[in-house]
């Protein structure tokens, strides 16, 4: 972020917004969000407050969204009113504690289109150091919010993976492990003297297979794709498929 900030002056980060509203004498309200008249598949957020300030991590950048409240008393719904994201490539997804996830979508492409969102994410392991578990907030998002179907595993079994098996969103949700090293080492005539001894690893070809036999079956989406930190193999990856 403080690059971008520093070498074009532009903020990609999380976008917060605050809603207010009037009492009507309920204990407990629900926000919606919706990108819809209708509210179908409405983002919800309960509070006991008449304000809420959200860096709901889940708008689409530049889209236009529609709100209301509705409270628990009988008759308390407000009128809807609307709000627009700022229009940014990246779109950020808050989470408790998994690290640096993101949208694969919204970067142009060279015929002047856009990749779209809500198909593939990409962000840091998605389970503890010892165990095969998530926050109950990041479990709710990645499998009721974002829908994730399919969760692609990049770190080594036994390893760096803190034992990791399954998918930590749900029996539903597919578990590929997939292992893969960064950058250059994907490249059979890559080798490496200076300063460190390294060279291809062998186990690219298969593992880049698997991912991308993975990314071609419609039925797999949305997918989360990660490694631990989601920054140098995870990258990898998103580089190949963008």
């Known amino acids: 972020i403080n690059t971008l900030l520093e070498k074009e002056q532009k903020n990609y980060s999380h976008q917060t917004v605050s809603f207010r509203w009037t009492s009507d004498g309920s204990s407990?309200?629900?926000?919606?969000?919706?990108?819809?008249?209708?509210?179908?598949?409405?983002?919800?957020?309960?509070?006991?407050?008449?304000?809420r300030e959200t860096g709901t991590g889940v708008l689409i950048p530049g889209k236009t969204y529609y709100w209301k409240v509705v409270g628990d008393v009988k008759g308390s719904t407000s009128k809807v009113d609307t709000f627009q994201t700022l229009d940014a490539p990246v779109r950020f997804i808050t989470t408790t504690n998994i690290p640096n996830v993101r949208d694969l979508g919204g970067w142009q492409t060279e015929d002047g289109k856009t990749v779209k969102y809500g198909l593939i994410y990409r962000g840091g392991k998605s389970n503890t150091a010892s165990a095969n578990e998530c926050s109950v907030y990041d479990k709710e998002l990645f499998a009721n919010t974002l829908g994730i179907?399919?969760?692609?595993?990049?770190?080594?079994?036994?390893?760096?993976?803190?034992?990791?098996?399954?998918?930590?969103?749900?029996?539903?949700?597919?578990?590929?492990?997939?292992?893969?090293?960064?950058?250059?080492?994907i490249f059979p005539d890559f080798e490496q003297t200076e300063p460190y001894k390294r060279s291809y690893d062998s186990r690219s070809k298969n593992s880049i297979r698997a991912i991308f036999k993975a990314l071609?079956?419609?039925?797999?989406?949305?997918?989360?794709?990660?490694c631990n930190v989601g920054a140098d193999r995870t990258g990898t990856v998103a580089f190949l498929i963008n």
């Open 28 to 51: 407990k309200y629900t926000l919606y969000i919706a990108d819809n008249e209708e509210f179908e598949n409405a983002y919800t957020f309960e509070t006991t407050r008449t304000v």
């Open 149 to 185: 179907e399919t969760e692609i595993d990049l770190r080594t079994k036994n390893s760096d993976d803190g034992g990791q098996s399954r998918s930590v969103f749900g029996d539903g949700v597919l578990y590929y492990k997939t292992t893969l090293t960064q950058y250059s080492y």
């Open 216 to 226: 071609a079956d419609e039925e797999n989406y949305p997918i989360y794709i990660h």
